[in-house]
Protein backbone atom coordinates (compact mmCIF):
# COMPACT_ATOMS: atom_id res chain seq x y z
CA UNK A 1 0.00 0.00 0.00
CA UNK A 2 0.90 3.70 -0.59
CA UNK A 3 -0.62 5.77 2.23
CA UNK A 4 -0.45 9.84 2.67
CA UNK A 5 -0.41 10.81 6.07
CA UNK A 6 -1.28 14.51 6.55
CA UNK A 7 -0.46 16.00 9.91
CA UNK A 8 -0.05 19.58 11.35
CA UNK A 9 2.29 18.32 13.70
CA UNK A 10 5.85 17.51 12.64
CA UNK A 11 9.61 18.32 12.79
CA UNK A 12 11.01 20.37 14.63
CA UNK A 13 7.52 19.81 17.62
CA UNK A 14 8.75 17.24 19.92
CA UNK A 15 5.80 15.45 21.33
CA UNK A 16 3.88 11.75 21.22
CA UNK A 17 2.39 12.78 17.75
CA UNK A 18 4.85 13.19 15.86
CA UNK A 19 7.36 10.56 17.91
CA UNK A 20 3.94 8.06 16.55
CA UNK A 21 4.20 9.08 13.03
CA UNK A 22 7.37 8.37 12.90
CA UNK A 23 7.13 4.63 14.18
CA UNK A 24 4.31 4.22 12.00
CA UNK A 25 6.12 5.35 8.92
CA UNK A 26 9.32 3.35 9.80
CA UNK A 27 7.21 0.31 11.13
CA UNK A 28 5.10 -0.41 8.04
CA UNK A 29 8.19 0.15 5.83
CA UNK A 30 9.34 -2.73 7.09
CA UNK A 31 6.03 -4.22 6.11
CA UNK A 32 6.77 -3.47 2.76
CA UNK A 33 4.23 0.07 2.57
CA UNK A 34 5.36 3.27 1.89
CA UNK A 35 4.40 6.27 4.05
CA UNK A 36 4.69 9.85 2.69
CA UNK A 37 3.72 12.73 5.23
CA UNK A 38 2.81 16.01 4.19
CA UNK A 39 2.74 18.40 6.65
CA UNK A 40 3.04 22.41 6.71
CA UNK A 41 6.29 23.70 6.03
CA UNK A 42 8.24 25.12 9.54
CA UNK A 43 10.37 28.41 8.74
CA UNK A 44 13.94 27.08 8.75
CA UNK A 45 14.03 23.38 9.25
CA UNK A 46 15.06 21.19 6.70
CA UNK A 47 14.15 17.16 7.16
CA UNK A 48 16.55 14.51 6.61
CA UNK A 49 13.39 12.24 6.01
CA UNK A 50 13.02 11.70 2.08
CA UNK A 51 9.34 10.68 2.42
CA UNK A 52 8.29 13.97 4.11
CA UNK A 53 6.15 16.32 1.68
CA UNK A 54 6.17 20.35 3.09
CA UNK A 55 3.52 22.26 2.68
CA UNK A 56 3.52 26.31 2.55
CA UNK A 57 2.27 27.46 5.73
CA UNK A 58 1.27 30.60 7.92
CA UNK A 59 3.23 30.40 11.15
CA UNK A 60 1.12 32.51 13.58
CA UNK A 61 2.37 31.31 17.10
CA UNK A 62 5.48 30.20 18.20
CA UNK A 63 4.11 27.83 20.77
CA UNK A 64 1.47 25.86 18.21
CA UNK A 65 1.78 24.29 15.06
CA UNK A 66 1.61 25.99 11.86
CA UNK A 67 -1.15 26.66 9.69
CA UNK A 68 -1.89 25.36 6.24
CA UNK A 69 -1.25 28.57 3.64
CA UNK A 70 -4.16 29.15 1.13
CA UNK A 71 -1.42 28.68 -1.80
CA UNK A 72 -1.04 24.83 -0.68
CA UNK A 73 -4.46 24.39 -2.62
CA UNK A 74 -2.80 25.17 -6.26
CA UNK A 75 -1.39 22.14 -6.43
CA UNK A 76 -2.83 18.65 -6.73
CA UNK A 77 0.16 16.65 -4.46
CA UNK A 78 -1.46 13.74 -5.23
CA UNK A 79 -2.33 13.39 -8.49
CA UNK A 80 -0.64 10.04 -10.46
CA UNK A 81 1.44 9.34 -6.95
CA UNK A 82 -0.43 6.27 -7.04
CA UNK A 83 -1.58 6.22 -3.27
CA UNK A 84 -4.18 4.03 -2.11
CA UNK A 85 -5.59 5.46 1.20
CA UNK A 86 -5.09 8.93 3.12
CA UNK A 87 -4.50 9.40 6.52
CA UNK A 88 -5.32 11.98 8.60
CA UNK A 89 -3.84 12.75 12.04
CA UNK A 90 -5.22 16.17 12.89
CA UNK A 91 -8.66 18.05 12.47
CA UNK A 92 -7.64 21.24 11.42
CA UNK A 93 -6.25 23.32 8.41
CA UNK A 94 -4.35 19.82 6.92
CA UNK A 95 -7.78 17.81 7.79
CA UNK A 96 -9.54 19.74 5.11
CA UNK A 97 -6.83 19.31 2.18
CA UNK A 98 -7.02 15.52 3.26
CA UNK A 99 -10.75 15.81 2.58
CA UNK A 100 -10.72 17.50 -0.25
CA UNK A 101 -8.49 15.28 -2.33
CA UNK A 102 -9.23 11.92 -0.32
CA UNK A 103 -12.73 12.90 -2.13
CA UNK A 104 -10.92 14.36 -5.55
CA UNK A 105 -8.92 11.16 -6.23
CA UNK A 106 -11.36 8.77 -4.79
CA UNK A 107 -9.71 7.36 -1.99
CA UNK A 108 -10.46 6.17 1.49
CA UNK A 109 -10.17 8.24 4.45
CA UNK A 110 -8.74 7.22 8.56
CA UNK A 111 -8.82 9.58 11.09
CA UNK A 112 -6.88 9.14 13.81
CA UNK A 113 -8.23 10.43 17.29
CA UNK A 114 -4.56 11.15 18.74
CA UNK A 115 -5.66 14.21 21.11
CA UNK A 116 -8.40 15.06 24.02
CA UNK A 117 -9.01 18.40 21.87
CA UNK A 118 -11.63 19.42 24.00
CA UNK A 119 -9.06 19.68 27.36
CA UNK A 120 -6.79 22.29 25.29
CA UNK A 121 -9.66 25.74 25.66
CA UNK A 122 -7.48 26.00 28.66
CA UNK A 123 -4.87 27.98 27.21
CA UNK A 124 -7.41 30.79 26.92
CA UNK A 125 -9.46 31.08 29.91
CA UNK A 126 -11.71 34.04 28.67
CA UNK A 127 -12.59 32.03 25.52
CA UNK A 128 -12.85 28.37 26.83
CA UNK A 129 -16.62 27.79 26.76
CA UNK A 130 -16.18 28.88 23.04
CA UNK A 131 -12.94 27.31 22.26
CA UNK A 132 -13.94 24.05 23.72
CA UNK A 133 -16.90 24.22 21.49
CA UNK A 134 -15.21 25.04 18.75
CA UNK A 135 -12.74 22.54 19.12
CA UNK A 136 -15.05 19.44 19.83
CA UNK A 137 -16.85 20.58 16.44
CA UNK A 138 -13.66 20.34 14.80
CA UNK A 139 -13.01 16.81 15.44
CA UNK A 140 -16.60 15.46 15.49
CA UNK A 141 -16.49 16.90 11.90
CA UNK A 142 -13.76 15.02 10.61
CA UNK A 143 -14.61 12.08 12.27
CA UNK A 144 -18.04 12.37 10.29
CA UNK A 145 -15.79 12.60 7.51
CA UNK A 146 -13.85 9.91 7.30
CA UNK A 147 -14.76 6.50 6.44
CA UNK A 148 -13.02 4.77 9.92
CA UNK A 149 -11.48 6.55 13.16
CA UNK A 150 -9.14 4.86 14.87
CA UNK A 151 -8.72 5.64 19.00
CA UNK A 152 -5.76 4.86 20.88
CA UNK A 153 -8.15 3.50 23.64
CA UNK A 154 -10.88 1.70 24.48
CA UNK A 155 -11.69 4.04 26.57
CA UNK A 156 -11.40 7.24 24.09
CA UNK A 157 -13.54 4.92 21.59
CA UNK A 158 -16.49 5.39 24.35
CA UNK A 159 -15.50 9.08 24.61
CA UNK A 160 -16.04 9.75 20.76
CA UNK A 161 -19.12 7.46 20.73
CA UNK A 162 -20.70 9.24 23.78
CA UNK A 163 -19.96 12.19 21.69
CA UNK A 164 -22.29 11.24 18.81
CA UNK A 165 -19.63 9.83 16.76
CA UNK A 166 -21.43 7.24 14.31
CA UNK A 167 -18.23 6.62 11.68
CA UNK A 168 -17.17 3.15 12.75
CA UNK A 169 -14.22 3.69 15.51
CA UNK A 170 -10.86 0.97 15.51
CA UNK A 171 -9.36 1.02 18.72
CA UNK A 172 -5.47 1.16 17.50
CA UNK A 173 -2.91 1.64 20.19
CA UNK A 174 0.08 3.94 19.47
CA UNK A 175 3.22 1.97 19.04
CA UNK A 176 6.02 2.56 21.32
CA UNK A 177 9.76 0.88 20.76
CA UNK A 178 11.28 -0.71 23.84
CA UNK A 179 14.09 1.37 25.51
CA UNK A 180 17.52 -0.07 26.04
CA UNK A 181 19.46 2.52 28.53
CA UNK A 182 23.08 1.87 28.07
CA UNK A 183 25.54 0.49 30.41
CA UNK A 184 26.06 2.46 33.39
CA UNK A 185 23.22 4.75 32.73
CA UNK A 186 21.52 4.99 36.31
CA UNK A 187 24.56 5.98 38.20
CA UNK A 188 26.13 8.36 35.25
CA UNK A 189 22.58 10.26 34.75
CA UNK A 190 21.99 10.62 38.53
CA UNK A 191 25.88 12.29 38.82
CA UNK A 192 24.75 14.79 36.11
CA UNK A 193 21.72 15.48 37.83
CA UNK A 194 23.39 15.98 41.40
CA UNK A 195 20.75 13.03 42.92
CA UNK A 196 22.81 10.80 44.93
CA UNK A 197 22.27 6.61 44.81
CA UNK A 198 20.15 6.63 47.88
CA UNK A 199 17.87 9.54 46.84
CA UNK A 200 14.77 7.97 45.59
CA UNK A 201 13.59 9.95 42.31
CA UNK A 202 10.51 10.59 40.54
CA UNK A 203 10.91 11.30 37.00
CA UNK A 204 7.78 12.61 34.30
CA UNK A 205 8.72 13.32 30.73
CA UNK A 206 6.70 15.37 27.97
CA UNK A 207 5.79 18.81 27.23
CA UNK A 208 5.63 21.26 30.39
CA UNK A 209 2.51 22.38 29.08
CA UNK A 210 -1.03 23.11 31.12
CA UNK A 211 -2.94 20.09 29.86
CA UNK A 212 0.15 18.35 31.79
CA UNK A 213 -1.66 19.55 34.94
CA UNK A 214 2.37 19.90 36.47
CA UNK A 215 1.33 22.50 38.83
CA UNK A 216 -0.56 19.57 40.60
CA UNK A 217 2.74 17.12 40.57
CA UNK A 218 4.45 19.78 42.19
CA UNK A 219 1.84 20.55 45.19
CA UNK A 220 1.54 17.15 45.57
CA UNK A 221 5.35 16.74 45.89
CA UNK A 222 5.54 19.16 48.75
CA UNK A 223 3.42 16.20 50.90
CA UNK A 224 6.74 14.09 50.44
CA UNK A 225 9.01 16.43 51.78
CA UNK A 226 8.99 15.55 55.13
CA UNK A 227 8.63 11.68 55.08
CA UNK A 228 11.23 11.05 52.20
CA UNK A 229 14.20 11.76 50.68
CA UNK A 230 13.25 11.72 47.01
CA UNK A 231 13.22 14.00 44.15
CA UNK A 232 11.37 15.13 40.83
CA UNK A 233 13.12 15.23 37.20
CA UNK A 234 10.98 16.69 35.01
CA UNK A 235 12.44 15.92 31.19
CA UNK A 236 11.30 18.11 29.09
CA UNK A 237 10.07 21.69 27.52
CA UNK A 238 7.12 23.92 26.88
CA UNK A 239 5.51 26.97 28.02
CA UNK A 240 4.75 26.18 31.43
CA UNK A 241 8.67 25.60 32.26
CA UNK A 242 9.17 29.77 33.76
CA UNK A 243 6.04 29.39 35.52
CA UNK A 244 6.98 25.64 36.96
CA UNK A 245 10.56 27.81 37.94
CA UNK A 246 8.56 30.00 39.85
CA UNK A 247 5.82 27.71 41.73
CA UNK A 248 8.71 25.42 42.86
CA UNK A 249 10.48 28.36 44.93
CA UNK A 250 6.92 29.67 46.02
CA UNK A 251 6.21 25.82 47.32
CA UNK A 252 9.63 25.67 49.12
CA UNK A 253 10.66 22.70 46.66
CA UNK A 254 12.89 24.33 44.27
CA UNK A 255 15.75 22.19 45.96
CA UNK A 256 14.01 18.98 45.12
CA UNK A 257 12.74 19.70 41.38
CA UNK A 258 15.02 19.46 38.54
CA UNK A 259 14.42 20.55 35.22
CA UNK A 260 16.79 18.57 32.79
CA UNK A 261 14.97 20.28 29.76
CA UNK A 262 14.68 18.44 26.24
CA UNK A 263 16.64 15.11 26.43
CA UNK A 264 17.35 13.41 22.68
CA UNK A 265 14.83 10.59 22.24
CA UNK A 266 18.19 8.36 22.08
CA UNK A 267 19.56 9.75 25.44
CA UNK A 268 15.69 9.53 27.24
CA UNK A 269 16.35 5.71 28.32
CA UNK A 270 19.12 6.49 30.34
CA UNK A 271 16.76 8.81 32.13
CA UNK A 272 14.42 6.43 33.06
CA UNK A 273 16.91 4.15 34.17
CA UNK A 274 17.91 6.69 36.46
CA UNK A 275 14.39 6.66 38.08
CA UNK A 276 12.70 4.58 40.84
CA UNK A 277 8.75 5.78 39.90
CA UNK A 278 7.22 7.60 37.12
CA UNK A 279 4.62 10.55 37.58
CA UNK A 280 1.93 11.54 35.26
CA UNK A 281 -0.52 14.23 36.12
CA UNK A 282 -1.64 14.44 32.98
CA UNK A 283 -5.58 15.04 32.21
CA UNK A 284 -5.31 14.89 28.46
CA UNK A 285 -4.14 12.01 26.80
CA UNK A 286 -5.48 10.02 24.63
CA UNK A 287 -2.82 7.39 25.62
CA UNK A 288 0.14 8.76 27.40
CA UNK A 289 3.12 7.20 24.96
CA UNK A 290 5.50 7.98 27.88
CA UNK A 291 3.78 5.44 30.70
CA UNK A 292 4.36 2.56 28.30
CA UNK A 293 8.28 3.64 27.62
CA UNK A 294 8.44 3.95 31.53
CA UNK A 295 6.93 0.49 31.88
CA UNK A 296 9.23 -0.63 29.29
CA UNK A 297 12.53 0.41 31.51
CA UNK A 298 10.47 -1.31 34.65
CA UNK A 299 9.33 2.20 36.02
CA UNK A 300 6.33 1.11 38.42
CA UNK A 301 4.02 4.53 37.52
CA UNK A 302 1.22 6.73 39.19
CA UNK A 303 -1.05 8.23 36.97
CA UNK A 304 -4.24 10.55 37.06
CA UNK A 305 -7.40 8.30 36.59
CA UNK A 306 -8.24 10.04 33.53
CA UNK A 307 -9.06 9.29 29.37
CA UNK A 308 -5.22 6.94 28.23
CA UNK A 309 -3.89 6.28 31.32
CA UNK A 310 -6.91 4.75 33.12
CA UNK A 311 -6.44 1.81 30.20
CA UNK A 312 -2.58 1.98 30.17
CA UNK A 313 -2.01 1.67 34.02
CA UNK A 314 -3.12 -1.18 35.20
CA UNK A 315 -4.18 -0.29 38.90
CA UNK A 316 -2.79 -2.07 42.22
CA UNK A 317 -0.57 -4.05 39.42
CA UNK A 318 1.45 -2.21 37.30
CA UNK A 319 1.27 1.05 39.56
CA UNK A 320 -1.35 3.34 40.61
CA UNK A 321 -4.45 5.14 39.28
CA UNK A 322 -5.57 8.33 41.54
CA UNK A 323 -8.09 10.40 41.43
CA UNK A 324 -7.27 13.99 40.91
CA UNK A 325 -6.58 15.19 43.91
CA UNK A 326 -2.63 15.96 45.32
CA UNK A 327 -2.68 14.22 48.56
CA UNK A 328 -4.35 10.92 46.98
CA UNK A 329 -1.58 11.35 44.38
CA UNK A 330 1.59 11.78 46.90
CA UNK A 331 -0.19 9.05 48.91
CA UNK A 332 0.16 6.50 45.72
CA UNK A 333 3.88 7.37 45.64
CA UNK A 334 4.90 6.96 49.06
CA UNK A 335 3.24 3.95 48.90
CA UNK A 336 5.70 2.93 46.30
CA UNK A 337 8.47 4.46 48.01
CA UNK A 338 8.15 3.11 51.13
CA UNK A 339 8.00 -0.30 50.38
CA UNK A 340 10.94 -1.71 47.81
CA UNK A 341 9.78 -5.28 47.14
CA UNK A 342 5.99 -3.96 46.32
CA UNK A 343 8.11 -1.09 43.65
CA UNK A 344 9.95 -4.38 42.49
CA UNK A 345 7.22 -5.83 41.90
CA UNK A 346 5.34 -3.23 39.88
CA UNK A 347 7.92 -2.85 37.53
CA UNK A 348 8.30 -6.34 36.52
CA UNK A 349 4.67 -6.24 35.72
CA UNK A 350 4.83 -2.93 33.92
CA UNK A 351 7.93 -4.39 31.89
CA UNK A 352 5.61 -7.07 30.48
CA UNK A 353 2.53 -4.28 29.83
CA UNK A 354 4.49 -2.52 27.82
CA UNK A 355 4.86 -5.31 25.44
CA UNK A 356 1.39 -4.99 24.54
CA UNK A 357 2.14 -2.22 22.15
CA UNK A 358 5.50 -3.53 20.14
CA UNK A 359 5.50 -1.32 16.88
CA UNK A 360 4.88 -4.61 15.24
CA UNK A 361 1.50 -5.61 16.43
CA UNK A 362 0.40 -2.03 16.21
CA UNK A 363 1.39 -2.03 12.62
CA UNK A 364 -0.60 -5.25 12.02
CA UNK A 365 -3.43 -4.19 13.61
CA UNK A 366 -3.44 -0.81 11.52
CA UNK A 367 -3.02 -2.66 8.26
CA UNK A 368 -5.96 -4.78 9.54
CA UNK A 369 -8.11 -1.12 9.46
CA UNK A 370 -6.53 -0.54 6.18
CA UNK A 371 -7.76 -3.70 4.40
CA UNK A 372 -10.97 -3.12 5.54
CA UNK A 373 -11.96 -0.14 4.76
CA UNK A 374 -9.97 -0.53 1.09
CA UNK A 375 -12.53 -3.37 0.70
CA UNK A 376 -15.44 -1.42 1.85
CA UNK A 377 -14.47 1.71 -0.13
CA UNK A 378 -16.76 1.77 -3.18
CA UNK A 379 -14.64 2.23 -6.15
CA UNK A 380 -17.57 3.55 -8.07
CA UNK A 381 -17.87 6.55 -6.57
CA UNK A 382 -17.28 9.73 -8.30
CA UNK A 383 -14.69 11.75 -7.27
CA UNK A 384 -15.51 15.23 -5.98
CA UNK A 385 -14.93 17.90 -8.47
CA UNK A 386 -14.78 20.75 -5.58
CA UNK A 387 -13.45 21.27 -2.50
CA UNK A 388 -16.02 19.78 0.66
CA UNK A 389 -18.65 22.14 1.58
CA UNK A 390 -17.52 23.83 4.70
CA UNK A 391 -14.25 25.86 5.97
CA UNK A 392 -11.05 26.55 3.63
CA UNK A 393 -7.95 26.27 5.11
CA UNK A 394 -7.46 30.11 5.38
CA UNK A 395 -11.17 30.16 7.46
CA UNK A 396 -10.25 27.37 9.87
CA UNK A 397 -7.24 28.89 10.23
CA UNK A 398 -9.13 32.73 11.10
CA UNK A 399 -10.94 30.38 13.72
CA UNK A 400 -8.15 29.08 15.28
CA UNK A 401 -6.39 32.87 15.56
CA UNK A 402 -9.61 34.13 17.26
CA UNK A 403 -9.73 30.98 19.76
CA UNK A 404 -5.68 31.26 20.63
CA UNK A 405 -5.40 35.19 19.95
CA UNK A 406 -3.04 36.85 17.37
CA UNK A 407 0.90 37.41 17.76
CA UNK A 408 3.42 38.20 20.78
CA UNK A 409 0.66 39.59 23.13
CA UNK A 410 -1.47 36.24 23.63
CA UNK A 411 1.84 34.17 23.57
CA UNK A 412 2.63 36.64 26.53
CA UNK A 413 -0.42 36.05 28.09
CA UNK A 414 -0.25 31.64 27.79
CA UNK A 415 3.19 31.79 29.28
CA UNK A 416 2.07 33.96 32.43
CA UNK A 417 -0.71 31.73 33.45
Given amino acids: MKIAFFTEGYDPFINGVVTSLKTLQSVLAQRGHEVVIFAPAYPGHEDSNGKVVRLPSVKWSNV ?66 TGKRLLTWAFLRHCAEADRVTSATQIVREFLQEQGVKTPIAVVPEGVPLLHPTSGARDRVRRHLGVSCDTRLLFYAGRLAREKQLDFLLRSVTYLRTA ?9 GGPMERDLHSLAEQLGIADRVIFCGWIPHQQIADYYAAADVFVFSSTADAMGMVLVEAMSLGLPCVAVDKYGPRELVIDGV ?70 PPGLRSSQLGDLCRRLLGRGSAIERRVEKR
Fill in 318 to 387: TGFLVPFRERAFADAVCQLLDNQPLCRRMGQAARQRARDFAPDMVAEKLCGVYQEVLEQHSSCCAPAAAP
Fill in 228 to 236: HDCHLALAG
Fill in 64 to 129: CYPCLSPLAWRRDILAEQGFDLVHSHQPFTMSRLAVYLARKHGLPLVYSFHTMLNEFAQYVPSLHR
